[in-house]
């Protein structure tokens, strides 16, 4: 099948005036933007504006109509391209396999590509599950488990991959606090020990802040803002402001519902 | 219309250029093998048995009257292996095992469990369907060549059975043997051959073009299905010619 990637320490991803519209109403409309290789980069934006549909384009499952998404200066689309370069999803509803159980959900990516004899992979999938905190569940399938369990799965899976690109679709949705704060982490530990290039989805504040290295605001389809996230706090457009104090104002508003 | 024919095409060559890994996916091809062969046997043996059985029915009375009862086994011999048998096990196949491909397919489409295969460089024409159609192009063929004798047999008994037909055992296959010779089972594993590829497909391709959520799924099926049976009729019009034009 195909040849285990090259490796090559990080990547790149450049978006270059992509533009994407469904029944007549722009999606995307003119996306820039560089992700330096080894950062990590958070797009923020409310709901239905676009930033899944713009992360399935910059891994390529689909094709922008204008513009173009550039991985290490070579187009998404360059046939060959995911032989040079390990890259992951995770995705928001986990897409896992459910005909496989979840060890061989995790060990997918090793096993098809034949990286390494079974034993290695099974050690490397044990290893991968217990960072994601799921002991004892390897032999579940997905349909076994909860929302939150099959996103550490999926996680997991990415993990396994060892991506120079990882793309995280709300990676900390459905999961508790504690274990949000460890996934966050393992974001920051694909970084430090890979170099991986990270883009995050989220709208979880604090995950945003607490990893980013520069964060994208995405409304109606464009990119309002850039920086990091000390520039974006300062940045005085109300519709960035009103995003940020709207999800602190939840946040208020969980805590007094938990209070009475 | 056309354009789906172009995918599918484009799929089918796609599949073919992968046979050199499907050593490799054995193990896909041998569960995809059973599910087909296992879930089918049952449901194959009846049908072959009441096709030889009906067949018997309806011509029988009439070559008796005619007294031509002793072309009974050969007729039915050969109508079974060149026509019968090939055409409706691909029937029963395409509802019971390419309704299945696409349903399965179509609902990994809209799972994202595709998109998540394609993210990890793991092809899905290689992963998915090489198996499915290699799986099928494998059964089929056999089911067929199991169904022949089992409705030369349903013939057999109707026509010793029935009063109005009164054909012995001995006769029957005697005639059959003189008429029917193995380039017509051929032909009718050839024919099924044919028709197993379109079958797998059709619905592969169907279960991979899947949108929405579960009446996605469910419009899949049934299209995948509805097709399958059409190109199988037509395919059979234009192989029979072919086959004849060969053979003479």
Redesign the interface.
Known sequence: MNEPARQIQNVSVEARGVRRSYHGQAVLDGIDFKVEPGEIFVIMGPSGSGKTVLLKHLIGLLKPEAGEILIQGESVNTPGLRDKYRMAMVFQSSALLASMNVSENVGIYLTEHKLMPPREISKIVTEALKTVGLVGVSDRFPSELSGGMQKRVAIARALVIQPQLVLLDEPTAELDPLMAVAIGEEILKLKSNLHATSIVVTHDRDLAFGVADRIAMLVNGKILFVGTPDELRKNPDPKIQNFIFAELLIRRYQTHERIT | MFRNIGEIMIMFVQTVRALP?AW?HRRKVAVQFFEIGNSSLLMVCILALFIGGVVALQTGPVLVERGLSYVLGGMIGLSVCKELAPVMMSILIAGRVGSAMSA?LG??RV???I?????????PI??LVLPRLLAIAIALPMLVLFSIPVAWMGGAVVAMANHAISVDFGSFFSDLRDVVETKDIWNGIIKSFVFALAIGSISCHQGLITLGGPRGIGRSVTKAVVNSIVVILVLDYFLTRFLLMVQQ
Do not use: G, H, V, W
């Open positions: 890994l490799r399965e609902s990994m799972y994202q469990e998109d998540a295969l394609e993210t990890m460089n793991i092809n290689t992963y």
